[in-house]
């Protein structure tokens, strides 16, 4: 764990970089994965498997629980993706929409 002198403007601009560097690097691995048939094959995997459009409801709260984590982490992933290539989750889409 880092720990950053808050008082320290350049402290402060050197960690808000690094953090936005992290960020341009996850997103952009992000792209890439959903820029190949199989990548988004595999996310429309994953995604389908978190079932996030489904009710989580069950009469035990231990399952329910476990439910709502699921779905959570499928709208996590559909959010992040949105939000980075919009355009690319309409095209997994359509290519899974039969199956």
């Not at 764990?1 to 320290?8: G, W």
């Not at 489904?54 to 629980?65: E, L």
């Not at 959010?79 to 199956?99: D, F, T, W």
């Amino acid at each position: 764990m880092t720990i950053i002198d808050t008082s320290d403007p350049k402290a402060v601009g050197k960690a808000i970089k690094a953090a936005k560097s992290k960020d341009e690097v996850r997103e952009e691995g992000l792209r890439q994965l959903l820029g190949s048939a199989q990548g988004r094959a595999w996310m429309w995997h994953h995604i389908e498997e978190c079932r996030p459009f489904r009710n989580p409801f069950s009469i035990d709260p231990g399952q329910m629980a476990f439910n709502c984590g699921e779905a959570n982490i499928g709208l996590q992933l559909i959010g992040e993706i949105h939000r980075v290539a919009p355009e690319l989750y309409l095209v997994m889409m359509k290519e899974n929409q039969n199956g």
